[in-house]
T-cell receptor, first 113, second 115 residues
Framework: AQSVTQPDIHITVSEGASLELRCNYS??????LFWYVQSPGQGLQLLLK??????LVQGIKGFEAEFKRSQSSFNLRKPSVHWSDAAEYFC???????????FGAGTRLAVHP | EPEVTQTPSHQVTQMGQEVILRCVPI?????FYWYRQILGQKVEFLVS????????KSEIFDDQFSVERPDGSNFTLKIRSTKLEDSAMYFC?????????????FGPGTRLTVT
């Protein structure tokens, strides 16, 4: 069965530091992968997506993610974190068929000034 | 930019009562979804809807739940007799038609509190 694992529940970084949020997936076919961000009390905003092609994808707000098939990973990165990036980040895989999304448990990011 | 809207933003109801959560998907989208997120937990798929019928549903989506597209714009989720464990944030999502992969656009959510 398809699944998504986000090993880090909480991450704290200093403003200006680099960030990497981990995501591992389990999916039999070519995965379609997404990162969403959820600010407190808000809905889910799409940061970036991977369908095919270049394994390094660029998203909004300066985020990027790299798809590594050999490691079944789709880690999210940002070279320099801003205080406004504090939020919860969800990795998701499209299940195919009618395309329900399967989400990871999320990583809560705190940013120290 | 078009967006998915949901009403109400917060609904408080007593156990056993019926609630209807409303969503207006993006106008040219044809696939619709409901997800829920219990506080502090992951976002879980409830149901997908296409061509005026349920295309897939999870084990959470039991007989107490139903969905409807009563007109050309609204997409509703009804819970017939709410339980305490139905307290959660409910998200509606929609996506473009056609085969292939398109991202889902999420609404801001409705927080349901069952007392």
């Amino acid at each position: 069965a398809q699944s998504v694992t986000q090993p880090d529940i909480h991450i704290t970084v200093s403003e200006g530091a680099s960030l990497e949020l981990r995501c591992n997936y389990s999916y039999g076919a070519t995965p379609y992968l997404f990162w969403y961000v959820q600010s407190p009390g808000q809905g889910l905003q799409l940061l970036l997506k991977y369908f095919s092609g270049d394994t390094l994808v660029q998203g909004i707000k300066g985020f990027e993610a790299e798809f590594k098939r050999s490691q079944s990973s789709f880690n999210l990165r940002k070279p320099s974190v801003h205080w406004s990036d504090a939020a919860e980040y969800f990795c998701a895989v499209d299940s195919g068929g009618y395309n329900k999304l399967i989400f990871g448990a999320g990583t809560r990011l705190a940013v120290h000034p | 930019e078009p967006e998915v809207t949901q009403t109400p933003s917060h609904q408080v109801t007593q156990m056993g009562q019926e609630v209807i959560l409303r969503c207006v998907p993006i106008s040219n989208h044809l696939y619709f979804y409901w997800y829920r997120q219990i506080l502090g937990q992951k976002v879980e798929f409830l149901v997908s809807f296409y061509n005026n019928e349920i295309s897939e549903k999870s084990e959470i989506f039991d007989d107490q739940f139903s969905v409807e597209r009563p007109d050309g714009s609204n997409f509703t989720l009804k819970i017939r007799s709410t339980k305490l464990e139905d307290s959660a944030m409910y998200f509606c999502a929609s996506r473009l038609p056609g085969q292939g992969i398109n991202e889902q656009y999420f609404g801001p959510g409705t927080r349901l509190t069952v007392t």
